[in-house]
């Protein structure tokens, strides 16, 4: 069974006063496996960051379902949707979302202590996260202290340390240089590698080509898929800039 699964999934907006309604989303399916990483990409507009707040359960299809290890997303009442959040899904946003009072322990450790764990528990597995992420010895510095590559890195291990089924991003490397950027994405292909399953909205070619797989959304529907298969990065490169062409310009997908 598929980690996720976007069945027939609609949204419709109604404007102020009610006067016009707009179709963000018009019939998305797709699923994604247990240790997958696939990037969505498409033209501003195109009903990516709705899809990605529906698949976050900060909004609500208006028709359709998505399920997350067979739960229905959609079926959570008011009261339990934070919980569900905070034990199954991560979040690395592209203004990283860190708290300028707190350190960047403090910070990797709120949706730990919001989950009522022992101080014990936290530590030990804040210890081997930011081994990984080369951030041990930045854990006591605050974030106007650090580069926005190692804020970001400290907003990974906030998404990694509930050890969650899936993470989310969104545009994680849209405020990075793109030496910082370089080496998000090789930090999030080596958390892949570990089985961390992640699915991220950019407009990056370049991230994007770290995927191994790409959903391209054009007009509220899904456009076309891109599988790496056996491809390099720069070969999911070329093929991904060919595909958003013929998704700005229209022709055919060769």
Known sequence: MALLDVKNVKKIY?????KNQVEALKNVTFSVEEGEYVAIMGESGSGK???????AALDKPTQGKV?????DLGGLREKEISAFRRENLGFVFQDFNLLDTFSLKDNIFLPLVLSGKKYQEMERRLATIAEKLGITMLLEKYPYEVSGGQK???AIARALITKPQLI????????????AADSLMHLFHTINMDGQTIVMVTHSVKAASSASRVLFIKDGEVFHQLYRGNMTNEEMYHKISATLTVLTTGGEIH
């Open 14 to 18: 109604t404007t102020r006063f009610g």
């Open 49 to 55: 960051t709705t899809l990605l707040n529906i698949l």
């Open 168 to 179: 989310l991003a969104d545009e994680p490397s849209g405020a990075l240089d793109s030496k």
């Open 67 to 71: 399920y997350l290890k067979g739960s």
């Open 152 to 154: 970001q890195r400290a």
